[in-house]
């Protein structure tokens, strides 16, 4: 038998994930490589919003360089969007085994 009190604490929970979900996928993170030379700005969706270089610092004649920077900016936002989907659902569920949510 279902305990009814533990399908209400479901139900807030489910309330509770989309809620921060909705907050992470609308925020903005930023990242940056080269000592701050490419920033980049990416939704919670991993959406692309910007990337900004500071062209006086790089040499453009070594392209492969820059694609670098412009991978290690992007990977360095993608990570702190999953850390703060982690950390966020992870206070909500405390702990739970929730497979798919990270």
Known sequence: MINPQMLKQIKQMQEDIKKIQKQINEST????????????????TKQVVSVEIKKDQLD????????????????DAFRKVDKE?????GSVTQGMNMPGLF
């Open 29 to 44: 993170f930023y990242g940056q490589a080269g000592g701050s030379v490419v920033k980049v700005a990416v939704k919670g």
């Open 85 to 89: 989907l982690e950390e966020s659902l």
């Open 60 to 75: 453009f004649n070594d392209i492969e360089m820059v694609q670098d920077l412009i991978v290690a900016a992007l990977n």
